[in-house]
């Protein structure tokens, strides 16, 4: 049972795939408080959340950037689903949300001033692409934001656990973005082991 449980955090599905999303929003509160208290968009931003789960941090964006667009993708239907729910005063005003892969953002090219990923690069199934993927649809000089509980690659209490997860350290992710021209920006880590990590789309490059 654990393990279907945790199988649900890679991607939610069904009864028990909607329980999960839900109760992501209240178990990744603290994480997500934290994480965004490292970046700063205008309060017109458009913000993306790839990976939004079940779209606590939607929320918190739309308060956030209160003249500002929110968009949140997610290969789940189900969080999709809790996503809308939980988002519905805004859904089709400032805030949009679509089913949909890292792998192939269904937007245009430099579309977003800040993009979001908390808890959700440890599924993402080539980094080195998908990484890129964000490259092409931030503004040049837009924020990427990673936040992470696990960041320990020979901690595999979680990795055994659930399939195709992969763990990364910080210097992993500082490679794989600067070799795709992004710039480290920042990078903190909390008492309780989280990680969190900017970069800026390079300009220069873009
Ligand atoms: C552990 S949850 C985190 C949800 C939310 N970001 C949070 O912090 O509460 C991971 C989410 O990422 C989504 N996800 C995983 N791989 C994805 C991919 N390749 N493309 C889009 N979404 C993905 C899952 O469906 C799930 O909703």
Redesign the pocket.
């Known amino acids: 049972m654990i393990r279907k449980f945790l199988q649900n ?4 599905q069904g009864r028990l795939g909607r329980f999960v ?1 839900q109760g ?2 209240s178990g ?1 509160a603290s ?2 408080a934290w994480g965004l208290t490292h970046i700063s968009p205008a309060k017109d931003a458009s913000v993306l ?6 779209g ?2 939607l929320k918190r964006l739309l308060q956030i950037c209160p003249d500002g667009h929110v968009t949140g ?4 239907e189900e ?1 999709v689903a809790v996503s809308r729910k939980v988002n519905a005063a805004e859904l089709g005003k400032r805030c949009d949300i679509v089913q ?4 192939a953002l269904p937007f245009d090219d430099n579309a977003f001033d800040a993009v979001i990923a ?3 690069i440890y ?3 080539n980094p080195g692409t ?1 990484f890129r993927e964000v490259c092409r649809v931030l503004r040049p000089g837009g924020v990427f934001l990673i936040c992470n509980e696990a960041h320990d690659p020979s901690n595999d209490t979680y990795t055994s656990k659930i399939e195709g997860m992969r763990i990364y350290s910080e210097s992993m992710l500082a490679e794989l973005l600067s070799g795709l021209g992004f710039k480290i920006t920042g990078v903190d880590t909390h008492k309780r082991g989280w990680l969190c990590l900017c970069a800026t789309n390079n300009e220069s490059t873009s």
């Open positions: 955090c890679r991607k939610p999303a992501m929003n990744h994480i997500s959340d790839i990976g939004c789960g079940g606590a941090n993708i997610d290969y789940s969080s949909g892969s890292v792998s908390f808890e959700t599924f993402w199934p998908d």
